[in-house]
T-cell receptor, first 117, second 111 residues
Framework: NAGVMQNPRHLVRRRGQEARLRCSPMKGHSHVYWYRQLPEEGLKFMVYLQKENIIDESGMPKERFSAEFPKEGPSILRIQQVVRGDSAAYFC???????????????FGSGTRLTVV | TQLLEQSPQFLSIQEGENLTVYCNSSSVFSSLQWYRQEPGEGPVLLVTVVTGGEVKKLKRLTFQFGDARKDSSLHITAAQPGDTGLYLCAGARGSQGNLIFGKGTKLSVKP
């Protein structure tokens, strides 16, 4: 029973390039959450998606960042025209539709470490 | 302003010692969760506490949720090197999907 799968594990991009981070939730989980973790900082919520719907994007920067969770395939977090400040670890988490994270918590992936040079 | 304050930020102890880490807030949460994160990996859920005053035990780990549901503590008895890691607390508000995380306590247990 595979857990939450994120790829790539490490991604290096030059300033101005695009970064695409992928997340496949656990089997049976239809809710996906993206968090960003900066060094010495806690995890910061970015976006919460269900299949084909963005439920809450209150933590997502207004520009350059977008997320999707299509009917088929993984969830994608896309960062356009990356800048050095985007360097961070990006974690995806998932939960099943009938067991919300407030009572049952998240299952996290191993993260994608983005380095912008 | 950090909504969830964790203390201490760093803790280095010898194997066999006991320790307590704290998670405090001025806000009320519907639940609090504790995660452990190892370098290069994602956080792993340890426990969720939901009821004010609740105490949960997981082998050598004891978790407590404050009566007012604003704070929590994690106590480890007879720490082992395998307990080394970053301990994160996270608060949930109602039925919202997102959690609010503290910055964590970095624990190092030396053999």
């Amino acid at each position: 029973n595979a857990g939450v799968m994120q790829n790539p594990r490490h991604l290096v991009r030059r300033r101005g390039q695009e970064a695409r981070l992928r997340c496949s939730p656990m089997k049976g989980h239809s809710h996906v959450y993206w968090y960003r973790q900066l060094p010495e900082e806690g995890l910061k919520f970015m976006v919460y998606l269900q299949k084909e719907n963005i439920i809450d994007e209150s933590g997502m920067p207004k520009e350059r960042f977008s997320a999707e969770f299509p009917k088929e395939g993984p969830s994608i977090l896309r960062i356009q025209q990356v800048v050095r400040g985007d360097s961070a670890a990006y974690f995806c988490a998932s939960s099943p539709p009938d067991r919300g994270p407030s009572n049952y918590g998240y299952t996290f992936g191993s993260g994608t470490r983005l380095t912008v040079v | 302003t950090q909504l969830l304050e964790q203390s201490p930020q760093f803790l280095s102890i010898q194997e066999g010692e006991n320790l307590t880490v704290y998670c405090n807030s001025s806000s009320v949460f519907s639940s609090l969760q504790w995660y452990r994160q190892e370098p290069g990996e994602g956080p792993v859920l340890l426990v969720t506490v939901v009821t004010g005053g609740e105490v949960k035990k997981l082998k050598r780990l004891t978790f407590q949720f404050g009566d007012a549901r604003k704070d929590s503590s994690l106590h480890i008895t007879a720490a082992q090197p395998g307990d080394t890691g970053l301990y994160l607390c996270a608060g949930a508000r109602g039925s919202q999907g997102n959690l609010i995380f503290g910055k964590g306590t970095k624990l190092s247990v030396k053999p």
